[in-house]
């Protein structure tokens, strides 16, 4: 049986002591998601930047195992776009997550595959609770440091990257001269992307 264990995880860095998995996405592995094309084929003629990095502490994929780690998500902008995560809906989708914020400011675009849309902040200190059904994305929406967070969901829930590839999310977080803005994704289209079905935008 396993035995109760304890990870340091310190400032500034934020890094594990110990870790089952350092997961590096570059620019490269987001195409087609940042709505600026232009832009994001210009930012990737000059390198491959990373945007996020994942340090797992994974545990086995089975029902009442917990999965936890950190998610790094740099500071930068594709066009007007701040950097993020590719997002995902949990495989298992009726599986929840929750984030705690370690440093760094930005937000959490979710949305629920009725259409439903919410955007929550995200700062240290802040407890954010993804329900079940509900598909994440976290945004940075620094321009001058990292979005560090922690998060745990159940270890069998799986990523389901499917649909969000395809059209991405509906809300898009952007910089349009006096800070960040939520907007709609024009890629998302249909009858449920208008605004009556959001809630929680700030
Ligand atoms: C897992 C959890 C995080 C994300 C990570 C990277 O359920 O939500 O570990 O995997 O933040 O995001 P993504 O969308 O590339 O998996
Ligand atoms: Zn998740």
Redesign the pocket.
Known sequence: MDQPSTVQITPPDFVPERFANH?V?RLSMLEGQFHDEGAYASLLEKGDTVV?E?Y?LSRPEVAGELSS?I?IVHSGRVGDEYFM????F?KVIDTA?VYYGLKGHGVMVMETPEGEASVQDIRPGAVLYVPPRWA???VNTSDDGDLVTL?V?PAH?G?D?GSIETRGFRKIVVERGHGSEIVDNDRWGGANGGEDAVSGLR
């Open positions: 997961i996405r996020y994942v797992e780690g998610s995560t590719k997002g995902h949990h997550e994440h994305r976290s998060f969901y829930a990523h990257y």
